[in-house]
């Protein structure tokens, strides 16, 4: 069977491709700037209020009371198309019905509202804006605690971590056989969850990095390891980069970089041969096309919030079944692609249909859409993240690929050109979301790479 890259469309668009890579990588490096301080706040930059703020989620009731109202009287007067009775053209207005239903008659916010209340929470004010953390301390016996911040993404918030933190802080509980344990804190990106909104334009991953490095200052880390996915990963790997002397070690379970130089050639190379250029049995079927064609697909959502983020979000911010079909359209299809081929999308097939309207009812009740969909125009308009991405990270780096993650098709000998890459784990189940869908899975990879991390290394012999 011939290479599918070999056709002529295929094969202008990787000679392109390698012509434009050989032609980036060959120009003078640029200077990347990075300021010590922005302004995010209302009105001129003034001083931040650095106390630190016990915070608890109370959401007024007569929020609820409208959300529920909304529901009542929203409409679904499109029906799914009779011959695609699934999600191929995007949320199945007949399921669309069963979460409706659920959502306005069965759902207890209160219940999943208590339920983040039990981790500790503060506030913080940073560049002007009021930061929401979650910073839960470990379990009492462990001979060694090291602090460790998580960042989540989009369509995401603090709540996809409401499984692992309780395994990170204890390992122990959860069957884990380790003598360290976690000290964590989950920010809320601001524009998400319950962290402020930035009110001028400019806040990119760049400076979301330099606001959390100056969050876990605040609280007295000087040397911290860090961990994402989605933007999570982003705003990690530009953390790792530019605090490089005090960030310990980085974890990913999202590469979401467009590879570079080096790697950039073996990806196009590895298309035409990847048994030639890639070990893993997961990666003897590589193609960079296929890769761009399932982005094309999937990355729709992108192209409207990288431009007009605001337009849409209105729609969004007005509507609750709009907003939940809007998301959970992604934890289907980027939990599992092959879920778009199923009526319910399948999405209770990895989460409850509880896990999922938490992290939209946050959403909703924040009234924040909008703001977390501005993320993505920032990216696109600060070319520092391009340029962040195309520096060596030197940190220690561990990265957990999970085997539907869509956005992160990364085999190790293309990663390694990007990243100080030390430890990596495929895993044949798993999406985007994995620390809401596989928490143990992830968490395991955690411990292991910090184990490895903190072990010493015995001598060698000539060093005796």
């Known amino acids: 069977m011939g290479c599918c890259c070999c056709g002529k469309g295929g094969l202008l668009i990787l000679v392109l491709l390698a012509a434009v890579g050989v032609y980036l990588w060959t120009q003078p490096k640029q200077k990347i700037e990075i300021s010590e301080n922005g302004w995010y706040g209302k009105g001129k930059m003034g001083k931040d209020d650095e106390t630190i703020k016990a915070f608890k989620i109370n959401v007024p009731e007569e929020v ?162 860090i961990q994402g996915g989605d933007w999570g990963s982003m705003i990690t790997s530009n953390m790792a980069r530019m605090y490089k002397n005090e960030i310990l070690a980085l974890h990913l379970n999202m590469n979401g970089a467009f590879p570079s130089g080096i790697g950039l050639v073996k990806a196009i190379l590895g298309s035409f041969a990847p048994k030639l250029f890639f070990s893993s049995p997961n990666y003897q079927n590589f193609n960079l096309l296929d890769l761009f064609k399932m982005v094309m697909v999937e990355s729709g959502y992108m192209h409207i919030q990288a431009t007009k983020p605001d337009t849409v979000g209105t729609a969004l911010n007005d509507s609750p079944l709009g907003l939940v079909a809007y998301i959970l359209e992604k934890f289907s299809s980027w939990t599992n692609l092959g879920y778009k081929d199923l009526k319910d999308g399948g999405i209770t097939k990895k989460f409850t249909l509880d896990e999922v309207l938490t992290i939209v ?12 969909q501005r993320f993505y125009k920032e990216f696109f308009l600060d070319t520092r993240n391009d340029l962040l991405s195309k520096e060596y990270c030197e940190v220690p780096t561990a990265h957990s690929n999970f085997g ?61």
């Open 361 to 372: 009812t946050i959403y909703w009740v924040q009234g924040n859409i909008v703001n977390s």
């Open 64 to 225: 609820l009371t409208d959300l529920k109202t909304r529901l009542s009287q929203a409409r679904i007067s499109h029906e799914t198309l009779e011959d695609s009775d699934n999600f191929q053209y995007g949320f199945n207005s007949h399921y669309l019905k069963e979460v409706k239903d659920y959502w306005q008659n069965k759902y207890d916010w209160r219940k999943h509202e208590a339920t983040l209340n039990a981790f500790t929470q503060f506030t913080t004010q940073i560049e002007g804006m009021k930061i929401h953390f979650i910073h839960s301390k470990p379990a009492a016996g462990y001979k060694k605690i090291y602090p460790l911040l998580i960042v989540h993404g989009w369509p995401g918030n603090v709540q996809e971590f409401v499984k692992i933190i309780p395994m990170l802080n204890d390992p122990k509980k959860f069957g884990f056989d380790y003598d360290f344990a976690f000290e964590v804190i989950a920010p809320s990106i601001p524009g998400y969850g319950f962290s402020d909104s930035p009110k001028k334009t400019g806040f990119s991953q760049v400076e979301c990095a330099r606001v959390f490095h100056k969050l876990m200052n605040r609280l007295n880390f000087k040397k911290y390891y």
């Open 404 to 464: 539907h993650e869509p956005f992160d098709k990364s085999p190790e000998e293309i990663m390694k050109h990007s990243f100080n890459l030390q430890y990596r784990r495929e895993h044949p189940d798993g999406g985007h979301f994995a620390a809401y869908e596989l928490p143990k899975t992830l968490a395991g990879d955690i411990f292991e790479f910090i184990r490895q991390q903190t072990t010493p290394k015995p001598k060698k012999t000539d060093e005796l």
